[in-house]
């Protein structure tokens, strides 16, 4: 099957028999926000949510990992094994699964990450199409993001009193292959779903205002241009407290730092990963102490030229996807709406 229905009435049903399967972890709410995590039966699963405080990517590139062990006097660590455990993610919005597309791109570069790799083999992503914007923060559309596009394996597109059901790979034709559930279409109607599909997507985007001046073809530019803005100083350098809350949230944040623990007796030892964030003063430290990037400024600078200039020249992709959680998160009101429209103004400005 590659296209056709689902009832609503019929969703916790399909859930419940995923879990029977394996390990399911999807959108929950908690307290007022919302978190992935496993989930016991459909119940749990909440649906409707605005984007969870962490994204999947814990899933792919957990916040700590052994990546293996030695002993003193050594000079090979052993390999370690990655703990896979085969996963179902629930219910990703469309902005999230372009995240670990972004994480996908960066990580598989030369030489791939062999314990990312692993685990995004183990993982069948089922995605949820939102049908309206998730708050004042969310700028999917300005990035495109507001449609699935690639990364998954099945989509639900809210169809009123049904979902539609696009399945894109052969994991996930095997986990809803044989299911009664699924109205499925035969070839020859795929192309009348297709049309549905698409005459939602273009009613939902009346619902979407988008938040950003600038074009998406002028993003880049707009960057490049504002490498030397008064701005960066002036107002993000000012007010950010250099917490590195806004690269812990988003989904395409990667580095990483490596730590090795020795055991008491200083025998053997193991060799850690941990997130890491070029929001802290350290992170751009090097031998002798000095910094490239001492200030705040140059720092906030760097985590957003990752997001709109370098992520473009390397892998010819941004690396914001939209989903608003380091505006949504920053405890010093730093937005990034607010950021990328006061550039934007300042390169067009420059133009006149
Ligand atoms: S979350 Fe806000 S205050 Fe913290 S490092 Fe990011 S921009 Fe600065
Ligand atoms: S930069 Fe902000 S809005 Fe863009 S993907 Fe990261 S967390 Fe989301």
Redesign the pocket.
């Known amino acids: 099957m590659r296209y056709g229905y689902l009832s609503k009435a019929d969703l916790p049903k399909f859930v419940d028999g995923l879990i029977k399967k394996q390990r399911v972890v999807a959108p929950i709410k908690k307290e007022n926000q919302f978190v992935f995590a496993q989930v016991e039966n459909a119940s749990q699963v909440s649906l409707d949510y605005i984007p969870t405080i962490l994204p999947p990517k814990k899933f792919f590139l957990p916040q700590h990992e052994t990546l293996g062990s030695f002993n003193m006097g050594e000079t090979k660590m052993s390999s370690t094994q990655v703990d896979v455990e085969p996963l179902i993610l629930f219910g990703l919005h469309t902005c999230d699964i372009e995240g670990i597309e972004c994480l996908d791109v960066a990580l598989n570069d030369s030489p791939p990450d062999p314990y990312f790799v692993k685990r995004k083999k183990s993982v069948i992503i089922i995605g949820y199409e939102c049908m309206k914007p998730c708050d004042e923060y969310a700028t999917c559309i300005a990035m495109d993001t507001h449609k699935p596009k690639a990364g998954y394996d099945i989509m639900l597109t809210d169809a009123g009193d049904k979902y539609i059901v696009h399945v894109n790979s052969i994991a996930g034709d095997n986990l809803i292959g044989r299911s009664s559930l699924f109205e499925k279409a035969a070839p020859d109607l795929e192309g009348k779903i297709k049309a549905e599909l698409k005459a939602l997507q273009d009613a939902k985007l009346k619902s979407f205002n988008n938040k950003l001046d600038a074009e998406y073809k002028e993003l880049r530019r707009v960057f490049k241009d504002s490498y030397s803005s008064k701005f960066w100083h002036e107002n993000?350098g000012k007010?950010?407290?250099?917490?590195?809350?806004?690269?812990a949230?988003c989904p395409t944040c990667y580095c990483f730092d490596i730590n090795d623990t020795v055991s008491l007796d200083v025998t053997k030892g193991t060799r850690d990963r941990v997130w890491d964030?070029c929001?802290?003063e350290e992170f751009a430290e090097v031998a002798g102490g000095e910094s490239f990037r001492e200030e705040?400024s140059a720092?906030?600078r760097h985590?957003y030229h990752r997001k709109f200039d370098y992520s473009v020249k390397k892998f010819n992709k941004f690396f914001c996807v939209g989903c608003g959680r380091?505006t949504r998160?920053?405890?010093?009101?730093?937005s990034l709406i607010d950021t990328v429209n006061e550039l934007t103004k300042e390169h067009r400005d420059a133009k006149k």
């Open positions: 993000v007010r950010c407290l250099s917490c590195g809350n806004c690269t949230v964030s929001q802290l705040r720092r906030q985590r380091c998160t920053c405890m010093a009101k730093i």
